[in-house]
């Protein structure tokens, strides 16, 4: 059974994997007809966010079989295989399949209501028949489930103490019995809610289903509830399916990924190297600028951290570099990601807050350029100092040679850039056009490079769909859980606590930050984007804070928390791409400088908000 749904799923996937590469090709199709030749489609734009909204859908039940579900494996990655395969067979059977059951009869009752009412567009030559779409829903829940099946059909085979297994079973089917007879709360059942949803995350259930599972458990065990105040849920995921900034997220992903296979990043790194190699610290230098602009490709800080720690640690370490100075080099420059546009957190964040995407990333190009800039004097303050820590390369080879040969390889990336921001920028395409637009160009630069092929779309185009439906299952398990959570009036005793309480503005964004970087090491920036961030909003608009400028802030301070021992994300892919060439005590002194720079970077855009408006408002 289960392998007959693991096929099912692989297909699935596949289906989706192709699609993501279609949508690319679509939407730059569009695109460039609508600003060349003055021709668009309503049909085909309709066509394009139908086809995200397969992406995602169908590639939530793919992403839990290959376990993208991110979790926090704090913990986790220390259990034997047993316990891990009960936390999975747990997982399963009291989050992910009530919550889908629940979920199946809304789409499906939305799906029914569509079909009778003869739901067309509401745009004169879209697309009719509604229906359709509403039903790849229903759909997605169904394949979610069988997969939940088959994860609990794998698990099970790991588990050797089957008498543990069914007594936590039954414990904890005869708690959730027990707590439907709306026994009353001894304590605040927000405080329980938060209590028990940071059990679990840090116990290693997957985040997307924490969230789902608890707002379930709440909304049926909450006398003041009950199921209704998840009535609308489907309703709200329909809604993010029908966001055009949301279908930036899977473009700039597929951009990145298959810039990361081309060998440009190698080929950047090692002409940098040469480079700046005559100067003290020249390959640390070399490192943050080639972090900077991989950034401005790509935006993933995974992919920049791994193939700037396979490529450039060993060199920087066979010319006696010092282990520290290198690796802090390495997961700094690898996370400028975070806040260099096109950063897939700003894209997220402009969601929801409701800002702007363009203006995100035009108010963050000037803390991006200010943190380069401080990393960067930091290594040459440093190597200065010491010489020993970052001594000079010797090379035979002519400068004039040298120069010519990094201009060859930074120019394509760099044309590549501005092509995407630029036209943001500019007001002459959306992020997502822009996307679609880095996706050919990528496309096109991979060809060149002589690097394209089938092995590297498939790669680019199945990642692509593990990691857009990794998001978005979080965005609907966080759509869940913040509706539960509002109802509760979790909202309103956020507003009162720092409206009356805390009294300032600035009291408020001082006591924000520390919260938002306490959880970025605790959780990843998208569960932060999704469940904290709303929260605080209406705060922000009650303070009269601009929200682009405390965006702004959210994102320079997720930035830091990727770096932060001993739970930093960027130290952990370090790590794991190095092996044993360096040691997790030489990573986390190697990075405390750096948090102290962004830090830095955090309080001068905090004390001058007017610098992010240098590119304009």
């Known amino acids: 059974m289960s392998y007959y749904i693991d096929t099912l799923t692989k297909r699935v996937g596949f289906i989706a994997s192709i699609l993501a590469i279609a949508l690319a090709l679509l939407v730059s199709y569009d695109a460039s007809m609508r600003y060349l030749f003055s021709s668009g489609s309503i049909a085909l734009q309709e066509v394009e966010w139908h086809i995200f909204d397969i992406i995602f859908l169908l590639g939530l039940s793919y992403a839990l079989k290959h376990d993208k579900h991110v979790r926090v494996d704090i913990f986790f990655v220390n259990y034997s295989k047993e316990t891990k395969a009960i936390v999975e067979i747990l997982s399963m059977l009291f989050l992910l399949i009530p919550f889908s059951l629940f979920f199946l009869q809304g789409s499906l009752d939305i799906t029914i209501q569509s079909y009778l009412q003869h739901e067309i567009s509401s745009d004169p030559g879209g697309l009719k028949y509604r229906f359709i779409i509403k039903g790849v829903l229903f759909l997605a829940f169904i394949l ?7 994860e609990i059909i794998k698990a099970y085979s790991k588990v050797k103490n089957k008498k543990l297994l069914f007594g936590l079973i039954i414990s904890i089917t005869l708690f959730f019995i027990v707590m439907l007879f709306h026994i009353p709360f001894i304590i605040n059942p927000l405080w329980l809610m ?4 940071l059990f679990l995350l840090m116990s290693g259930f997957q985040v997307a289903f924490v969230f789902a599972g608890v707002a379930l458990l709440f ?3 909450s006398e003041d509830l009950g199921l209704e105040v998840l009535e609308m849920l489907p309703y709200r995921v329909y809604g993010i399916m029908r966001n055009i900034t949301l279908m930036a997220v ?5 951009m990145g990924l298959i810039l990361e296979k081309s060998k440009i990043a ?4 090692l002409s940098m190297g040469k480079l700046f190699g005559g100067i003290r610290g020249g390959l640390a230098i070399s490192v943050v600028i080639v972090g900077a602009i991989l950034a401005a490709s790509t935006g993933i800080v995974g992919a920049s951290v791994v193939m700037m720690s396979l490529i450039a640690l060993p060199l920087m370490l066979k010319n006696r570099y010092k282990p520290e100075l290198a690796t802090g080099s390495i997961v700094a420059s690898g996370t400028l990601g975070q806040i260099i546009p096109p950063s897939i957190v700003l894209i997220v964040l402009g969601d929801q807050m409701h800002l702007s995407v363009g203006d995100l990333f035009k108010s963050a190009v000037v803390p991006g350029i200010l943190l380069i800039i401080l990393y960067i004097l930091y290594i040459l303050i440093y190597a200065r100092l010491n010489s020993k820590v970052a001594p000079t390369i010797e090379s035979d080879e002519k400068y004039s040679v040298m120069l010519k040969e990094a201009l060859k390889v930074i120019t394509p990336p760099l044309l590549l850039i501005l092509a995407v ?7 002459v395409a959306s992020p997502t056009e822009s996307a679609s637009i880095g996706v050919v160009g990528a496309l096109i630069l991979t060809a060149l490079n002589r690097q394209l092929s089938f092995n590297l779309l498939r790669y680019a185009s199945v990642e692509t769909v593990k990691l857009t439906a990794m998001i978005f299952m979080i965005l609907i398990g966080a759509t869940a859980f913040s509706l539960v959570f509002n109802e509760l009036g979790g909202q309103d ?7 009356n309480d805390m009294g300032s503005k600035w009291s408020f964004i001082i006591f924000a930050m520390l919260i938002i970087f306490f959880l970025g090491f605790l959780i990843d920036f998208i569960e932060i984007a999704f469940v904290v961030v709303p929260i605080l909003v209406p705060i922000v608009h009650s303070f009269g804070i601009d929200p682009i400028w405390f965006a702004i802030l959210i994102a320079l301070n997720l930035q830091a928390s990727f770096l932060t021992p001993p739970f930093g994300f960027a130290l952990f892919y370090l790590k794991g791409a190095s092996g044993d060439l360096v040691t997790t005590g030489q990573i986390y002194r190697g990075v405390i400088p750096f948090i102290a720079l962004q830090i830095l970077a955090l309080i001068i855009i905090l004390m001058f908000p007017d610098l992010i408006y240098i590119f304009g408002k």
Do not use: M, N, R, V
């Open 194 to 197: 938060f209590i028990l949803t």
């Open 250 to 254: 899977p473009l700039f992903i597929l």
């Open 219 to 221: 909304a049926l065990i």
């Open 266 to 269: 190698e080929e950047l790194l």
């Open 421 to 427: 921001l630029g036209s943001i920028f500019a007001g």
């Open 144 to 150: 979610l489930t069988l997969q939940a099946i088959s």
């Open 493 to 499: 005793i956020a507003l009162e606590f720092f409206k």
